[in-house]
């Protein structure tokens, strides 16, 4: 970043953040994909009548079916990104740890 500023990073607390978006995100999503196979073959069919059922049937399991995909993409992504952001908070544990033992070579040579 220019002028000598930079970014404060705990990766302790970002691996925290990257792992409640699979858990408590990731949670809401798998709520949604069980609720939607809960509705799968689960008599709705009738709830539309005699006549609509020919009509709208069809068209709910097109749409149901959609839903299902976005809802497992989503969690494919969720975990994706939980992974990710693991991956740069063991990045900037690196850095830290490079870091910290350049300045120990840098302290012994001055002692």
């Not at 404060?8 to 953040?17: F, G, K, S, T």
């Not at 509705?39 to 149901?64: K, L, R």
């Not at 850095?95 to 040579?109: G, M, P, T």
């Amino acid at each position: 970043m220019a002028g000598g500023q930079g970014y404060d990073v705990e990766p302790d607390a970002l691996a925290q953040h990257g792992a409640n978006l699979a858990t408590d995100v990731g949670g809401v999503v798998d709520d949604a994909i069980e609720a939607g196979r809960a509705t799968e073959g689960a008599g709705f069919n009738e709830s539309y009548g005699v006549i609509i059922s020919p009509i709208a049937f069809p068209v709910m399991e097109v749409v149901t079916a959609n839903a299902m995909g976005a809802m497992e993409s989503a969690r494919s992504f969720i975990d994706a990104l939980s992974q990710a952001v693991a991956g740069v908070a063991a990045a900037y544990d690196g850095v830290d740890a490079a870091i910290a033992e350049d300045l120990n070579k840098i302290a012994e040579e001055i002692n």
